[in-house]
Structure formats: C-alpha cells, structure tokens
Nanobody, 114 residues
Framework: QVQLVESGGGLVQPGGSPRLSCAASISMFSLYTMGWYRQAPGKQRELVAKITSGRRTTYAASVKGRFTISRDNAKNTVYLQMNNLAPEDTAVYYC????????WGQGTLVTISE
C-alpha cells in the first residue's frame, strides 16, 4: 500500500518560509519522479515543482526563485522549501509520486495571512 504523508502546512505570515515534507512509503523511491501540486480555492490544481530520479527540477513560473524542491532518498522524503510567501500562495499542497503509476497524498493546507 503506497502512502504519501505531507506535513508542514498551517498558517503562515506573508514573507514566511515554511518547509513542506512528504514521507513516502514506496519501494524503489529513488526511481520515482516526486513533486508538489497545489489547489487554491476555486481554482484548478496546478503543478508547483517536481524532481526526477536524476534530480532534475521543474518549477511553475509563479514560484521559480522562491520555492526549492529537494529529495532525500535515504529517508524516502521529498521537501518543498517555500520562501517569501504571499497570500496568493494560499492553497492545499499535494505531494505526488510518479513512475508507471501516479500516487497522491491527501494534501496539507497552507494559509498565508497576517
């Protein structure tokens, strides 16, 4: 049973720098492309960032330069360091894993507000 468990969300002040974590119970984790999507209220889910097995990274234009995705294969964990958050970054952030199949976490809510 594959499980992706996100953590690190919550209420953050504008300009804050939280880090999201996604712990994956997946065999051969290192082979998976891992990533983060987000869904803001009333909007479609969108890709935030992804990292391949070879550690090549891709970012949405809206977060490039502010967010950093990384992975620790020894811990089966992927991270999303978010810096300089703004209210428009408020969303539920979902972790996903992709190889021949795609798996999703349940999401963690990040709310940016004073």
């Amino acid at each position: 049973q594959v499980q992706l468990v996100e953590s690190g969300g919550g209420l953050v002040q504008p300009g804050g720098s939280p880090r999201l974590s996604c712990a994956a119970s997946i065999s051969m984790f290192s082979l998976y492309t891992m990533g983060w999507y987000r869904q803001a209220p009333g909007k479609q889910r969108e890709l935030v960032a992804k990292i391949t097995s070879g550690r090549r990274t891709t970012y949405a234009a809206s977060v490039k330069g502010r967010f950093t995705i990384s992975r620790d294969n020894a811990k089966n964990t992927v991270y999303l360091q978010m810096n300089n958050l703004a209210p428009e970054d408020t969303a539920v952030y979902y972790c996903y894993a992709n190889l021949s199949m795609q798996f999703w976490g349940q999401g963690t809510l990040v709310t940016i507000s004073e």
